[in-house]
């Protein structure tokens, strides 16, 4: 009985939300949303999901709250650095070709995925002729992001997984630390929009060389991973680049068929040719 | 406590947590299942985060049932062992298929024995196994109580015979398991489950 209650109240929650604030989380994996939202009432002050919803649709400052809370999480710098080896070696090299580049890094949240990227093209003496679009639908994360400031205990994390990676020079030849936090140079900046988009609903802003997507498409159900994959497809040149997570897979979905792999374990593919 | 021979009913599904001592545990409750059993097993195992797992690779030719490592939206199939990936946590989708998440860690780890037996016990409630093993850590044991509460059949292993009985004592702090028992009974059990499982699939065929 009370389980059921729980599914009921979830679907109409998520309706609300999308009805009130146009997030659209219906079409979100079902078992780690639930898992995220069970837990949820208690920090509102709330004794069940009804009473969240009421919360949010009448209070907004609790439904940014909620928001964050429903967005994915936090990444760490060059999270799985074989994923950037095999970018450096297998992708750059076709990259260098294009005079100029642009490159979307889909649901960046803090940015610091983003950061890895603009330093790896910064090694690779590409920086200056790229833009980064870097996208997320927490307009908190993508102040975060832009501010590009993590706290100094994680840096010693980063600079492993940067070194890992094929890091050309010191990682903190690109950061500033002072009082506990790590400042990311300025400069990047200058090669990098972010910018509120969501895969669930809106649609294809730019062409593109490479998207970047990592563990993103695990927060969906088979459906909008489809949707999303497929804008990943018209938002690419021909013969563009496509990088998911290391466990994520493109074979569960149609769009799928569209490319190619080209790194296999590092899940890194190309725009094959169109079906 | 239940005899073995009193197992309730019709089980689909067995979800499995180990920590420290893992690896050797394993190596005897899942050679234990025979080929032709329709049972999906799930198995979180505590590893370091920052290394590929070779937990399928080195299962597989110990196994009779097929073994993988999970993939996020992979459809699960009958007869087939899935391994949690290193930092990723497992979770089990409507249909049923598997999900995976990088939410924060839960206990300190992740995967999350916790995690993925909260999930599982939301998709298959009573025809679901929990089996806690060893370890050194709560993990577990909210998620044991989960499938206690969904109605599914719970074990703990003995914890005198743990190589480290952290986790099989706490999981019983939470849980009044259905199952306390030492590995080699507890690998007795499944076999006995899969063997009642293909006897009674024999008897509806003959009976066609």
């Known amino acids: 009985m009370a389980a059921e209650n729980t599914d009921i109240e979830l679907r109409l929650l998520l309706d609300a939300i999308y009805l009130k604030y146009h997030y659209d989380f219906r079409e979100y994996a079902a078992a780690s949303l639930k898992r995220r ?7 509102f002050g709330c004794e069940t999901l009804s009473q969240l919803q009421h919360k949010v649709l009448y209070e907004p400052a609790a439904f940014a709250a909620l928001l964050s809370l429903l967005t994915v999480p936090v990444s760490e710098m060059f999270r799985d650095p074989s994923y950037f080896r095999s970018l450096r070696e297998k992708v750059i090299p076709i990259l260098r070709t294009y005079p100029s580049l642009k490159i979307w890094v889909a649901g960046c949240s803090t940015g610091e995925e983003v950061y890895s990227l603009a330093i790896l093209l910064r090694e690779e003496e590409l920086l200056e002729r790229t833009l980064i679009y870097a996208t997320d639908i927490n307009p908190q994360s993508l102040q975060k992001a832009a501010a590009g400031v993590y706290a100094v205990d994680r840096i010693a994390g980063f600079t492993e997984n940067h070194r890992k990676s094929g890091g050309r020079a010191s990682l903190s030849d690109y950061y500033t ?4 936090r790590a400042v990311f140079d300025k400069s990047f900046k200058r090669h990098i929009v972010f910018s509120d988009h969501s895969l669930a609903t809106d649609s294809v802003f730019a062409e593109v060389q490479l998207v970047s997507c990592r563990n993103v498409l695990i927060y969906f ?3 909008l991973q489809n949707r999303a994959v497929g804008l990943f497809r018209d938002a690419l040149c021909r013969k563009g680049f496509l990088g998911i997570g290391m466990k994520e897979s493109l074979k569960f979905s149609p769009h799928g068929q569209s490319f ?8 890194i593919f190309q725009k094959g040719n169109e079906p | 406590m239940r005899d073995a021979a009193a197992l309730p009913r019709q089980i689909d599904a067995i979800a499995i947590g180990a920590s420290a001592g893992g690896v050797e545990a394993l190596s005897v409750l899942l050679p234990a299942l025979p080929s032709g059993s329709q049972l999906s097993l799930f198995v979180v195992l505590h590893l370091p985060r920052e290394r590929p797992s070779l937990l399928a690779e080195i299962f597989a030719p110990k196994c009779a049932l097929k073994v993988r490592e999970a993939e996020d939206k992979m459809h699960v199939e009958p007869g087939t062992v899935y391994f949690a990936p290193p930092d990723y946590h497992l979770l089990l989708d409507a249909g049923p298929q598997l999900a995976l998440s990088i939410d924060e860690l839960v206990h300190f780890s992740r995967p999350s024995i916790d995690v993925l037996f909260e999930s599982a016990a939301d998709i298959y409630a009573e025809r679901l196994m929990g089996i806690i093993l060893t370890g050194a850590n709560d993990d577990g044991a909210a998620g044991l109580a989960t499938i206690h509460r969904t109605g599914g059949v719970t074990i703990v292993q003995e914890p005198d015979s743990a190589q480290v009985p952290l986790m099989a004592l706490s999981a019983l702090r939470q849980t009044a398991a259905d199952f306390v028992l030492p590995l080699e009974k507890i690998a007795g059990l499944l076999h006995s489950l899969a063997s009642r499982e293909l006897k009674t699939k024999d008897t509806l065929r003959k009976g066609k």
Request: charged share 25%; glycine share 18%.
């Open chain 1, 221 to 223: 159900n088979g459906d």
């Open chain 1, 177 to 180: 630390a002072a009082y506990g």
């Open chain 1, 260 to 267: 190619v792999e080209l790194v296999q374990g590092d899940r």
């Open chain 1, 37 to 43: 939202l069970t837990n949820a009432p208690g920090r």
